[in-house]
Every structure is written in C-alpha cells, then in structure tokens.
C-alpha cells in the first residue's frame, strides 16, 4: 500500500540530503512530500510545498518576516506554519508519516511540526543537536529522535547516508507497520498517575482495576507524563482518570523543577469533559532536581533528600503548599463530571510519611484548609486516616472511582 509521507528540512543547506531521503522513501513504493521549513537562501532541490506557503499559513509574508532580521521570530513562524500544513495534511487525509533532519535551527522548527501532531503518528527527527538536552524538542510527544552522528552538510557520506537510511527506516517501519492509540470506548480505558514515591498505591489500584476488567495506563508524574495524559484525554482515549500523584501541579506552581514545563492546565482536561476522576495528593509537598548542583541557589537552603546521586526531592514552603491547594481546587471547580478528591493524612509520598525526611503535617493543614475553601460542594471531599501508600487508602480511591464509572455507564 502506497504512503505518503512529508520530509521536514531546510532546503537551502540540507536538500542534498533532503534529496537522499526522498529517493529511499520512493525506492520503498511510497510518496514523499518535500516541505522546505529554511526561510533564508534558495532551495538546493525543489519542494513540493515552498517556505513561502509555509510561511504564509502563519500568517506571515516571508518577505515582510524575514525584513524584521528577528531569528527566534522567523523560525517560531516557520513551525507555527508547518504544523498548521502538517494538521491540514492529515485532517485531508494526505499523510501516514513525517520525518525531518537538521541542525539547531531546523531540529526546531520540524520538532514544532511535530509536536502538533496526534500521539501515536509516525514521526522521527535526525539532528546534530540529539546528543544534549532534547527535552525542549520533544516535549511530551513520541517523536523518535537520531543523532546525526555526522554534520548534515555538504550532501551525504559514508557515515552520514548510514545514519538517514535507518532514519528513513524506521520511520517507514511506524508507518507499513505501526499502530495508531485506539481510542474505543469499549476499552473502558482508566488513566492513573504515578512516581516512585507513590509507586506501592499505584501498584494496588491497578491491580484492583484489571480485576474489575479495565484497561489501566500509568503515566509518570514526570511533566511529560501528565501532560501526554490530559491530551489523551481530550483524544477520547480515557474513560477515567486516578490522579493519585498531581505532582506536577507543584513545580508549575513554585516555577521550578525537572519537570516543567507542563501543558497548559494540567488537571483540567477530565473535568472540562465530564469525565469522572479522583483526585488525591501524591507528591506535591516536593519538587524534583536531578544532581544537588542543579537545585537552584535560592532553594538550597531547604530540606532536602537525595532520591539518588542523580535525583533530589526539595520541600515546598508553607505559601508554595497553600498555593497548590488553590490551583488544585481551582481547576477542579470547574469540572462537569463526577470528581473526588481524597487526602491521605499521614503522607502524601514515601518520604513524606511520618518520620520520613519530607513530613510537614502543618504543611498539609494549610493545603486541606485552602483547597475546602476553593472546592464546590458538590465535589466529594474525604480525610483518610492513613498513609498514601497503605492499600485501604488505594481501595478507597479506586472503590470512590468504580462508583463514579458505574453511575456514567447506566
């Protein structure tokens, strides 16, 4: 079966390569679409859609654009305006796949691409920058990355023509014989959140989900965890939603952490939908470093405890917990559908259990107090009398939260 699938590049300095891509995608039977993302010189080869059209679906003239001589502006543009063809390609039914190759510059703009894209779609990025931080590229999203190994100059070489035909490969492998994130209803699909710290609880409750037949999927609380979450939600690939670890709602809140960004309005999605959801407080009393370097100057004063070498948890203040307790009530206000929010008094974490380094019972006070303030009455509030851990406080999240998909599926 013929594909067709878009390659990403900057054609003034990568088309020889670009070139390259394009023949061994053809070889495999498929159609490749040249989209050609650099806004400065001419393209080396000719593309099958012109940065001017890219440009020009940002809202953008690349005449006047490239006039403003701003480089983090022109390519913000270009990105905004590939993703913008990328999604018309697909809602047009004209796409199975992207892949892109670059440099700095050009890893950005098909990475933003990308990321437009739906979760589960094939899409793959060579680059020269994928052996740093690549994070800021990929976001939440499953963009399989390469490094290039080689510069991508000066056409392809003995080590460079290696590197892009697995590239190409493996792209064509998602796409020939990949498969795309069902979203069937008949799944009965629960989404459940977790970290090491809240590990034991998470264990339990999906133990006691699969008995009861539903599909269980655990997203660590690790900014792109969540995030990927609350998009598959909106996808209507979730039918139920166990927050036990909301962790990342406390670095956005502190703006600190390994772990942001996160999407805009974590803990949002399933209430904007009606979708039922439990909601509990694993985790939040700390933020998440990785080496005690990397904490910031101004937090290192506080408590703080080494998870490993390479991972150290840093408690919240007093203001930063009752901070959380406001978003977290706050967001859930707003939900349309069945919610709960269960507290687990004696710990939210491993090490916030009683006697652990991180246990700030005054701290939890002032989050109880500030989040009963913010939440409607018609959210079901509970105070357990037990450790987030200890298995009746997840039989109590999950029996909360069976009784909610229950009352959806009369």
Not at 20 to 49: C, F, N, Q, S
Not at 168 to 180: D, H
Not at 384 to 394: E, M, S, V
Request: charged share 25%; net charge neutral; with cysteine.
């Amino acid at each position: 079966m013929k594909r067709k699938v878009a390659i990403l590049g900057t054609l003034d300095t990568k088309g020889e390569e670009v070139a390259y891509m394009k023949g061994l995608i053809e070889a495999r039977g498929h159609t490749a679409i040249l989209i050609d993302v650099g806004p400065l010189g001419p393209p080396w080869v000719e593309p099958d859609i012109a940065k001017e059209e890219v440009a020009r679906l940002a809202g953008c003239e690349l005449s006047n654009l490239l006039q403003t001589g701003e480089r983090d502006g022109i390519m913000e543009v270009m990105g905004e305006g590939a993703a913008r063809l990328l999604l018309n390609l697909l809602r047009e039914g004209r796409l199975d796949g992207v892949i892109g190759l670059g440099g700095n510059q050009g890893s950005a703009i098909a990475s933003m691409a990308m990321k437009a894209l739906p979760l589960g779609f094939p899409k793959f990025l060579v680059s020269t920058v994928a052996s740093g931080n690549i994070r800021p590229y990929v976001g939440y999203k499953d963009i399989g990355v390469m490094f290039s190994v080689g510069d991508l100059v000066g056409g392809p070489n003995p080590v460079t023509r290696s590197i892009l035909a697995n590239a190409v490969s493996a792209l064509l492998g998602m796409v020939e014989q990949g498969k795309r994130i069902s979203s069937e209803r008949d799944e009965r699909t629960i989404a459940i959140t977790a970290l090491g710290n809240t590990q034991p609880a998470v264990d339990r409750a999906m133990e006691l989900l699969r008995e009861k037949g539903f599909q269980v999927i655990a997203f660590h609380a690790s900014g792109a965890g969540g995030s990927a979450m609350e998009e598959l939600i909106e996808a209507g690939v979730i039918n139920g939603v166990l927050d036990l670890t909301p962790h990342e709602i406390t670095e956005e809140v502190v703006g600190a952490g390994a772990y942001i960004p996160v999407r805009q309005g974590r803990l949002s999605a399933a209430g904007r939908l009606g979708i039922p959801q439990v909601v509990s407080t694993g985790a939040l009393e700390y933020v998440c470093f990785g080496p005690r370097e990397s904490i910031p100057p101004r937090l290192r004063r506080r408590k703080i405890y080494m998870h490993n070498p390479y991972n150290a948890n840093v408690k919240v203040s007093r203001n930063e917990i009752a901070r959380v307790g406001k978003v977290v009530g706050d967001r859930l206000r707003e939900a349309k559908g069945p919610t709960a929010v269960l507290v687990p008094l004696k710990g939210w974490s491993i090490y916030g259990g009683e006697g652990g380094p991180l246990h700030d019972p005054q701290g939890y006070k002032i989050f109880i107090k500030t989040l009963k303030r913010r939440l409607k009455t018609d959210i079901r509030y509970e105070e357990i009398d037990t450790h987030i851990n200890d298995h009746h406080f997840a039989d109590a999240c999950v029996n909360v939260l069976l009784e909610f998909m229950e009352g959806v599926g009369r």
